[in-house]
């Protein structure tokens, strides 16, 4: 899997701040982004956290491009609606070579591993016969395996990614989107700590929500925007 940050909104924290700051302030959006010091920013942005009001964290945008997740991991990314899409067609793209996802459960297995191969190969086997017999690709298509590779874009709002990350960094998400959104925020991170300072699962923030399913293991961010498990030291699953 490889997670690039294609663009996003130049200082990102200013203009959170600039525009929480207008909603009081009878100076104009450009004056505030410009003039607005730095600690200032830093305590605008402890209150909107802090008390919820995230609507001002809707003016930043970050774009992903996305590499080599399976079509499994994609369709649950794009249930999350307040985003952007675009996704490599299986209908105008014909695959030539398979690329395939071996969850790892999976490929720790000799056995499984082998089995899970041979299935996937002989689907895109079929695949490949169905294509050269004139089938259409749209159509062919519909024998490939969920694990086949896929590339998509994405856009979110910081607001988003905070919600998204909320929910597909928690150890309840399946393995596959938990590292795409562990990656992608390592990649935001930086460019807005102070936003993203207590981004992750819930348990970072409080107690966990999910009841019976918590898995014990409260998370901790670093300085780095690495979710960690203090007990265990950094956990990459
Ligand atoms: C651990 C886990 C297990 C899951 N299991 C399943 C499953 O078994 N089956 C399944 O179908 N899905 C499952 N999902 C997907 C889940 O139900 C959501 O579709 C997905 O996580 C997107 O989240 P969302 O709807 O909160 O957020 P987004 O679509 O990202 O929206 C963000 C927020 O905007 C608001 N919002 C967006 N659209 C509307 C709207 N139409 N009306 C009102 N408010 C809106 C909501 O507050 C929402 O939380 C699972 C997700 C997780 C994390």
């Not at 450009?30 to 010091?37: D, F, R, T, V």
């Not at 956290?49 to 995230?54: D, E, F, I, Q, V």
């Not at 056995?111 to 086997?125: C, G, I, P, R, Y």
């Not at 086949?148 to 909320?166: G, Q």
Request: charged share 25%; with cysteine.
């Amino acid at each position: 899997m490889q997670v690039t940050l294609l663009a996003h909104t130049p200082e990102p924290e200013r203009v959170v701040a600039a525009a929480a700051r207008l909603c009081y302030s009878p100076a104009s959006a450009a004056e505030l982004k410009e003039n607005i010091s730095d600690e200032e920013i830093g305590n605008l942005l402890k209150i909107i956290l802090r008390s919820g009001h995230l609507s001002t964290c809707e003016h930043p945008s970050f774009t992903f491009g996305i590499d080599g997740i399976s079509r499994t991991c994609s369709h649950q990314l794009v249930r999350h609606r307040l985003a952007s899409y675009s996704q490599q067609s299986q209908r105008y793209v014909r695959y030539s070579a398979p690329e395939i996802i071996v969850p790892p459960t999976v490929a720790a297995d000799e056995n499984l591993s082998k089995q899970f191969k041979e299935s996937t190969l002989a689907a895109f086997d079929r695949y490949m016969e169905f294509l050269e017999g004139g089938v259409a690709p749209e159509d062919a298509r519909y024998l490939l395996p969920q694990a086949v590779a896929t590339k998509i874009v994405v856009t979110m709002n910081a607001r988003e990614l905070l919600h998204f990350f909320s929910l597909r960094t928690c150890d309840r998400a399946q393995w596959e989107i938990r590292a795409m959104a562990e990656e992608m925020l390592k990649k935001v991170y930086p460019l807005a700590p102070r936003i993203f300072k207590k981004s992750g699962p819930a348990c970072i923030r409080g107690r966990c929500p999910e009841g019976k399913f918590y898995c014990g293991h409260p998370r901790k961010m670093t300085d780095d925007g690495l979710i960690i498990i203090p007990e265990k030291e950094w956990v990459h699953r």
